[in-house]
């Protein structure tokens, strides 16, 4: 998220946590897959696992799975190639969906985020929502609140609005799927079979997919109970 030009600042969650271990002394290696092996290599006294999410198309919207629907997570990390008319299946409600939506207007791209709740964005606090929308409808962002997708046909994407229930298309070039990734506890279970860890403690999108707030506090307490014992 710290790509969209409105969300610089949320990068220094990850500043401060990497000068505050810098500082602590903790050993920290990066680019490094951690298996049960070489867990057991370290002969650790606790396990804390935060293997996070992996992104996922949902199912259920037929043709789906034959298009260029791409994660949310992917168009952040540039990871895929965006065309020039962009629809957003919006299905969490965050400040990413947002964000994505004034990253693309910025490369003057026609963004329309559709979405099944009365509004866009219902999981951002009001005060950011605020400012979010400004921004992002002073980039011509369409919003289609109250629709849903019912399928995609190559380029078409084919919706329904709730209330009217007057179907209606918007032709995109791609499809952005914003939606909870799935969890990734495939290390957690591994040790949790072994049996091998005496402490064993899973926090964050590992275990249910959430926002930032969540994970840092489960690693606060988990971190607390570990040094406390």
Known sequence: LTRVKEHEEFGDVTRYL???????????R?????????????????????TGSLPRIPGGIPGIDETNAVHIRDVLLENVDVGQNVAIIDRDGSTRCLGVASFLAEQDKHVEIITPVFYVGWNVNFMSLLPAYMNVLSKDVVFRPMCDVTGVDGHTVQAIQYFSFKDFSIEADTIVV?????????????????GAVGELYAIGDCVAARFTDSAIREGTEVGRKVASG
Do not use: N
Request: hydrophobic residues 40%; proline residues 6%; without cysteine.
């Open 178 to 194: 914003s939606h909870a990734g799935v969890p990734d506890s495939a290390l957690y279970r591994a040790l949790k079979e072994g």
């Open 30 to 50: 990066t680019d490094t897959t951690v298996t049960p092996e070489m867990v057991d290599q370290e002969a650790p006294d606790a396990v804390i696992v935060a």
């Open 18 to 28: 990497i000068k505050e271990m810098s500082r602590l002394g903790v050993d920290v």
